[in-house]
């Protein structure tokens, strides 16, 4: 019995030591990356696994499309990164290889396919995620995920923290005895305030008047209760921005509550908090296949699809009708963060045409609806399309 006490104590030590270590580089961290500064920018394209690289592709086309003169005058450098699969991760036992790591760290942004998160009893090792790791090596601290469904007058911008919560140290948890397990939830000063204040910037940013904190204070209370704690404190220096808090369980009803949803506008939330309402969200707005993703960190930034590898879909033969909308989304995020707003929102525009207004193909998933390369095609199209801005306008009453 002392024996596993013991051993429980010097294991919980290690990670306190580690975390205090954490916050330590969260306090030196360098400032924001200035992109109209690099040149080139170093975009770095991962195709992922399962359906990740017949996906990917269509978005690589289409980056490589609207940068087409950026890329021959030398501003931007397209640059494939292969290895991350999960085959390769599992050979080497690791969630990203290190050479894999060092290459990802040359670029300056990413560009990355979903990739395959191993659970117990798969066909592989129960290594960590590889979403989990990027995000964490390269402190990629806020998941921006916008959501919008405009019939339904829903316009959301979700804040998820991404680097700790429940997450940072979930391959650490402990199996004490046969009996007992225990993981950990992490939340820091340095952590919240970060996500927080860039949600807040972000709504007095765009005049909006409303942010929503969402946790579960009332019961996990000393880490939900900092970010609250903290969430208050950061509020106080945007008194032209309202805000509430929520609680996480009836934020997931409100969200589905024709009456209130649209009320909503900004939310910020804790890590697994804000993985579960996205995925709430994006299923609103029409599917996880439909949301893209931005991790941005002050030094990296990494876009992705919201949704997983589905390996089923490769295995089934459907990879080739699988939904590139989240990835190439995530293409338009890219856009804009690095500064070239007006192609990000002609994608963006080209995006709600085909997938909102216009429809002439639907993808289904299935050799019911349209393959991935003919979506693509449409979409690539209709970028293309003189009176791009006029026809997006015409569906704006
Ligand atoms: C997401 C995904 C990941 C997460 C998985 C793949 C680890 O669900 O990006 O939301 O839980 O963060
Ligand atoms: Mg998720």
Known sequence: MNEIVENAKEHFAKLVEEQLERVERMKKAADWTDYSKLKPIIIGLIGGDGIGPYITKHAQLILKFLLKDEV????????????????????????????????????????????????????????????????????????????????????????????????????????????????????????????????????????????????????????????????????????????????IDIATAKLVDPARQSDFKVFVAPNLYGDIITDEAAQIQGGVGTAGSANIGKEYSMFEAIHGSAPRMVEEGRAKYADPSSIIKAAALLLNHIGFVDKAKKLEMALDICATYEKKLVITGRDTGAKGEEYAKYIMETIQDPNLEDKWNSYQK
């Open 72 to 247: 021959n005058r030398g501003a931007i450098e397209l640059r494939v990164i292969e290895g991350l699969t999960i085959e390769n991760r599992a050979k080497v036992m690791k969630a990203i290889p290190d050479d894999v790591l060092e290459e990802i760290k040359k670029c300056h942004v990413l560009l990355k396919g979903p990739t395959t998160t191993p659970r117990k009893g798969d066909k592989w090792p129960n290594i960590e995620s590889a979403n989990v790791t990027m995000r964490r090596e390269l402190d990629l601290f806020a998941n921006v995920r916008p959501v919008k469904v405009p019939e339904l007058g829903i316009d959301w911008m979700f804040f998820r923290e991404n680097t700790e919560g429940a997450y940072v140290l979930g391959s650490k948890g402990i199996n004490i005895t046969d009996d007992l397990s225990i993981d950990f939830k992490v939340i820091t000063k340095q952590g919240s305030d970060r996500i927080i204040r860039l949600a807040f910037e972000y709504a007095a940013k765009n005049n909006i008047n409303r942010v929503s904190v969402v946790t579960k204070a009332n019961v996990v209370k000393a880490t939900d209760g900092r970010f609250l704690a903290m969430a208050e404190e950061i509020a106080k220096e945007y008194p032209q921005v309202k805000w509430d808090d929520w609680y």
